[in-house]
């Protein structure tokens, strides 16, 4: 009887019995597309039905101010409302420009101050004529006008560059008198000195001029003795 109960255990331990699989719970992901997705997503594809109509309405608005200002015609093709047109906004534009820059541009006061205008002018009325396209050529004359801000922030909080783009002061005249040299590199003649001594300083004669210089402006200043 021993040794048949021993048989028995052994053949049941050596048994082979099914597997089972083990089963996970099944879990329902909710794609990112559905409808319940929430208002995130529905606010996404809300924006995204709008693009088109935004698309077609920024291109009719450019198609519109292609054929008013007649961007795609030649100069000699333009007719008198559309370069009247481009001269309005050219104006405005340059109003704009002058504002937002320096103030002290608009007073000539250095050579550096009147080539802003002189070249923003001769870039801008290049758009009024149609020579240039004009869009660039307004983009063109705001990178000028920043550019000449820049230069202004940078001679203010530097003496060196201010000097190298602004120049400096020049004396001419010293307690009465001329210094030649000087007078003739700044292409000053004794009688413009007389001159300009007349119309500012309201003197007759250079014994009455402690000082007098050529400005980074090319004027001429005096101080009296």
């Not at 009887?1 to 996970?24: D, H, I, L, N």
């Not at 995130?40 to 008013?68: C, D, G, L, T």
């Amino acid at each position: 009887m021993g040794w048949f109960k021993s048989c028995e255990r052994s053949s049941y331990a050596t048994r082979r019995f099914p597997v089972q699989a083990r089963q996970t719970p099944t879990r329902h992901i909710r794609p990112i597309w559905s409808s319940s997705a929430g208002p995130r997503y529905e606010s996404v594809m809300r924006a995204k039905s709008h693009f088109p109509a935004i698309q077609s309405s920024m291109n009719a608005f450019w198609n519109f101010f292609q054929n008013v200002l007649g961007l795609s015609l030649e100069p000699k093709d333009l007719t008198f409302v559309q370069i009247s047109l481009r001269g309005i906004i050219i104006f405005l534009a340059t109003l704009i420009m002058v504002r937002l820059g320096s103030k002290r541009s608009l007073a000539h006061r250095t050579p550096f101050d009147a080539i802003l205008l002189v070249i923003l002018a001769a870039v801008l009325s290049r758009a009024i004529n149609g020579s240039a396209p004009f869009v660039a050529t307004i983009g063109g004359g705001a990178v000028l006008v920043a550019l000449h801000r820049l230069f202004a922030l940078l001679a203010f909080h530097s003496h060196w560059f201010g000097t190298l783009v602004k120049g400096r002061p020049d004396p001419i005249v010293r307690d009465g008198q001329c210094d030649f040299r000087t007078m003739r590199r700044n292409h000053v003649s004794i009688h413009d000195l007389e001159e300009d001594m007349r119309l500012n300083a309201h003197l007759d004669e250079l014994a009455q001029v402690r000082l007098a210089s050529v400005e980074r402006s090319g004027e001429i200043s005096f101080i009296k003795k």
